[in-house]
């Protein structure tokens, strides 16, 4: 049966890669049916749409969603900060309980690593608010919400990517050292699940430490987990090291497929290219390796990847390193 795919080119030079990644999508021959959603920041000014209650019902029957992405559609045109980002990009991931956001960085022999960030919980709960809002006394808090379902889901998930690659390693990253109460309950939970994958090496840094590791020793890492917003920023540093984040690429999985996952680059809106065929829509191409994955099309998975991986298609206009990877892909 084809796999029905919700696609959102977005904004900014978000259409762009997505254009890219359908093509390359169609020289796999796998089957789909696609629907296309005009979304995004542009849509929020043309008449304040943002994600519709029908939209979104019409997308838990969906097998995945490929975004491209959403946010300031050009220089001098912007929605209100953050408003299409949380109210598409965060509330999929939690309305769609796509507790898995899963990173891969891979550019060299010492740069192969990937990122199991979660997704649903930590300081992206939204627990918090205002006391006394604009007075000299106000008080701002923000809580970090972390449940031992939510953590030992995603500790699980981690530890099974890790039995899947060769090396088999996988690191916690947190702050356990200061934050004495969730780093607690991660390192616990990390300690009993490990106990069920005795075939796993494990390891645990520090978030800061971490960050050193990346840009001065990335071969020290094989799988890492870490809590939601350690991942946020760790996996902007992950794309940097990696080439940059014209090749970082993100899926925003439900593991037990109680509603699609979305696909992502994670590069954004780029509002300054657009238009310019200057975009690299190897992150957007990447993604989409991800989702056939994720969809069980291992075959056309690998042939997208090892299209990809090769560094003489990743110089050019947009649409040739699409044609360049489509090409390959054909021929694969
Ligand atoms: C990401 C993004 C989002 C996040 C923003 C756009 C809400 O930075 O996917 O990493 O913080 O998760
Ligand atoms: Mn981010």
């Not at 657009?274 to 075959?299: C, D, R, W």
Request: charged share 25%.
């Amino acid at each position: 049966m084809a796999h029905r795919i919700g696609v959102v080119g977005g904004d900014g030079i978000g259409p762009e890669v997505v254009a890219e990644a359908l093509m390359v999508l169609d020289a796999t021959g796998v089957e789909v049916e696609l629907t296309d959603y005009d979304l995004g920041a542009h849509r929020y000014l043309e008449d304040g749409t943002v994600l519709p209650e029908e939209t979104l019902e019409e997308w838990r029957g969906l097998d995945a969603i490929l975004l491209g992405a959403v946010g300031d559609p050009a220089p001098g045109q912007a929605a209100p900060p953050g408003l299409v980002e949380r109210g598409i990009l965060l509330k999929m991931r939690f309305e769609m309980d796509q507790y898995i956001n899963l990173r891969p960085f891979r550019l060299t022999d010492r740069v192969d690593f990937e990122v199991i960030r979660e997704n649903t919980e930590g300081t992206y709960a939204g627990e918090g608010g205002f006391l006394r809002k604009g007075t000299p006394h106000e008080i701002a808090t923000q809580g970090s919400v972390n449940t031992r379902m939510g953590v030992e889901r995603c500790i699980r998930f981690a530890f099974e990517r890790a039995m899947a690659t060769e090396r088999r390693q996988l690191h916690l990253v947190h702050k356990k050292n200061v934050l004495t109460f969730a780093g607690d309950l991660w390192q616990r939970t990390f300690d009993e699940v490990a106990v069920d994958y005795p075939d796993v090496s494990t390891g645990y840094d520090h978030i800061d430490a971490a960050c050193i590791h990346f840009v001065e020793r990335p071969e020290r890492y094989d799988v890492i987990v870490t809590d939601n917003l350690f991942g946020d920023i760790l996996t902007d540093l992950g794309g940097a090291v990696a080439g940059g984040v014209g090749f970082a690429a993100s899926a925003n999985l439900n593991p037990d497929r109680v509603g699609p996952s979305m696909f992502e680059p994670v590069h954004g809106t780029a509002p300054d290219i657009v238009g310019e065929q200057k975009a690299n829509p190897v992150a957007a191409i990447v993604s989409l390796g991800l989702m056939l994955e994720h969809l069980g099309e291992t075959e056309a998975a690998e042939a997208g990847a090892a299209a990809c991986a090769d560094p003489e298609r990743h110089t050019g206009t947009t649409s040739e390193i699409g044609d360049a990877i489509a090409a390959e892909v054909t021929n694969a």
